[in-house]
């Protein structure tokens, strides 16, 4: 969710801080909603939670990175 929020072509996860407030059995229908809530040059501070219904089941705060080219580029 916090990388497609960046909306980028690339996007690297350069950190995550996640927050597990319930359990979640196999089978239950989650959402994930993500906010780019700063961006400064290249660098994105993402929020997001996840949901069952009404209830957050994990929330956390996602640092990315918007490179000009891809990381497995042989030109790099």
Not at 70 to 76: A, F, G, N, P, Y
């Amino acid at each position: 969710s916090a990388m497609l929020s960046v909306n980028e072509p690339t996007v690297v996860l350069a950190s995550a801080k996640g927050d597990f407030k319930q359990p979640v059995v196999v089978g239950q229908e989650l959402y994930a909603y993500g906010e780019v809530v700063n961006s400064e040059g290249k660098k994105r501070w993402v929020k997001v939670v996840v949901k069952r219904g009404d209830e957050v089941v994990m929330q956390g705060e996602f640092f990315c990175v918007v490179p000009s080219i891809h990381v497995l580029d042989k030109d790099s």
